[in-house]
């Protein structure tokens, strides 16, 4: 199952990466949002995808799941769901303001 979603992470980032080199700022902000899915993805991986109980004291249970890399994915997509509603309202006023989403047109160079 760790290879599964290894290659998965693999994939989402080869996605994530081709649509950051893309020209147009809606495929840039998609693009981070995947690469920030699949970090999230990799660290509950090597977090371990092991079942067990909740680490309380007091019981006699030996397998116990690490509840830190669950933790840090929970914070890593409220923070990336912030980010890309933000840079997605900026690009949505670029929009309004220039009357294109194209880079190489915001930066003034002639598109041939």
Known sequence: MDTLIVILVGILVTIGTYLILSRHLLRIVLGTSIIGHAVNLLIITSGGLKT???PLLGEKITDFTDAL???LVLTAI???FAVTALVLV???RA??????DDLEQLRGEEHE
Request: aromatic share 16%; glycine share 16%; proline share 6%.
């Open 52 to 54: 067990g109980a909740a």
């Open 69 to 71: 890399p669950q933790a």
């Open 90 to 92: 900026l690009c949505y």
């Open 95 to 100: 929009y309004q303001g220039f009357g294109t």
């Open 78 to 80: 409220v923070i990336n």
